[in-house]
């Protein structure tokens, strides 16, 4: 039906939200001791930029998210430990979308201390991350005909990271490194409802780049912390957060 095609064609460009990055929550700068533990949360600000390959061309737009998240690790010796981390995105704005939605994501990973030494650390981490939105329903009206969508995103990665921090004192640390994401899969849903009728619609997206940059600083004072960072390239964020160690 040629409402169904229209209505999928907008849907596709307004909701084509780049899923599979996420703000990564665990302190990528976090070095633990055999059997110690860390606990932390933060809150994030992101936009993702994202591009989608349709018939009609190259369609381009962004997304806007507002969460909150924590994450716990596990210190397993002096060079590795493994963390865990959930979050609640209680704002997440598509381009061209009436309204903003909600969702969660959730995740895994580990972090390693690979280099120590003249003041610089050479951290790596490694971490799986599923997230799920929910964006709602909006309402359109084409050739007189009422149209009704409503939206959801899911999608999953596997991320890896590289950051080198210097510590010119025992309190302060600041780092910056690469992240890359080589392992997605992300898939959008939409329901269009019109006359009557309903059609269900979903496809797979592909991010536009695989690659990201971070940095930030730390603040630590005995075994609490806090902590800035910004990211770069694959998505522009911003994020302060603290925890501690025990």
């Known amino acids: 039906m040629k409402w169904t095609v229209w209505c999928g064609v907008v849907a596709l460009v ?20 055999a059997g110690q533990f860390e606990a932390g949360g933060e809150v994030a600000m992101t936009t993702v930029e994202y591009e989608l390959d349709s018939d009609g061309g190259d369609d381009e737009g962004e997304v806007k998210r507002t969460l909150v998240g924590g994450y716990g690790a596990y210190g397993l ?6 963390y865990g981390m959930a979050g609640f995105i209680f704002k997440a704005e598509p381009e061209d979308w009436d309204d903003s939605g909600n969702g969660f994501l959730f995740g895994g990973g580990t972090r390693a201390l690979i280099f120590s030494g003249y003041q610089l650390n050479v951290h790596a ?24 969508r409503e939206g959801s995103a899911k999608g999953y990665e596997v991320a890896a990271g590289a950051l080198v921090a210097f510590q ?6 600041l780092y910056g490194g690469l992240e890359v994401a080589p392992f997605a899969s992300q898939d959008l849903e939409i329901e269009s409802k019109a006359q009557g009728q309903s059609e269900d619609d979903s496809i797979d997206i592909e991010r536009e780049s695989i690659l990201g940059l971070r940095g930030g600083g730390m603040y630590k004072v005995d075994q609490y912390f806090i902590r800035g960072e910004v990211g770069l390239l694959n998505e522009t964020s911003f994020s302060i957060g603290g925890g501690a160690t025990f």
């Open 77 to 82: 010796n002096e060079m590795f430990d493994l």
């Open 14 to 33: 307004a909701l084509c939200t780049g899923v599979a990055q996420a703000q990564l929550l665990a302190n990528p700068v976090g070095v633990l001791q």
């Open 168 to 173: 010119p004192m025992d309190e302060w640390c």
């Open 125 to 148: 981490y490694g971490e799986f991350r599923y997230l799920s939105e929910d964006y709602g329903e909006e309402e359109d009206e084409h050739r007189g005909i009422k149209i009704t």
